[in-house]
């Protein structure tokens, strides 16, 4: 898929002001810094369209951006660690809930992970409550670029060991680098065939 348009639409602080559910949609989360605005600028092709940042917790609302006018990509705030008040946390974790509980329009999470890290609980936990609730998830490794060439197979494999302790099926993992522009056609590929669901 190719995408021509790419437009910033709106931040919500409240899920009920999100725009209509009218179109499919897809949201990136994970934890605080792990690369979630920085990929949707390397899949847009746009370098400034959502706002990205070396300190934890620059995302802080359910932020929306059309794409080509026919769905949806939302950048959510980070979980966990962030640079903000723990009342602030606790207040991202209410809106990001409700969001992901109530959203009918949400066709698929992003769960984005640090490639460079061994599988943290607070992730493992997280996609497991997505299991509960029945989210559909997909699992992204980020800043693939960080690692050293014989890291990489082995912190991958690593990873999906980790998960099939809990999973009986693994989950569709990317492996992305938005420094290195590398997984976006995979991930626009799998967009475009979830789109024919809709
Ligand atoms: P919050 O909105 O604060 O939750 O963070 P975020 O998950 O949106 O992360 P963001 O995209 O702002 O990126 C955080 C930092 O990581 C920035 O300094 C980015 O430049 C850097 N970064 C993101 N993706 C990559 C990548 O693929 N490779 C490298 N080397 N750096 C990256
Ligand atoms: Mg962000």
Sequence with gaps: MEIKKAEFLTSSSKPEHCPDATRPEYAFIGRSNVGKSSLINMICNKSSLAKTSSTPGKTQLINHFNINDQWYLVDLPGYGYAKVSKTQIKEFKLLIDAYLRHRT??????????????????DLEFMHLMGTW???????????????????????????KALLEEWEELPKIFITSAEKKEGKDEILSFIEEVNLQW
């Design 105 to 122: 329009n949400l066709m698929c999470l992003f769960i984005l992970v640090d490639s460079r890290h061994k599988p943290q609980k607070s």
């Design 134 to 160: 029945g989210v559909p998830f997909v699992i992204v490794l980020t800043k693939l670029d960080k690692l050293k060439a014989s890291e990489k197979e082995n912190n991958v494999e690593n990873y999906k």
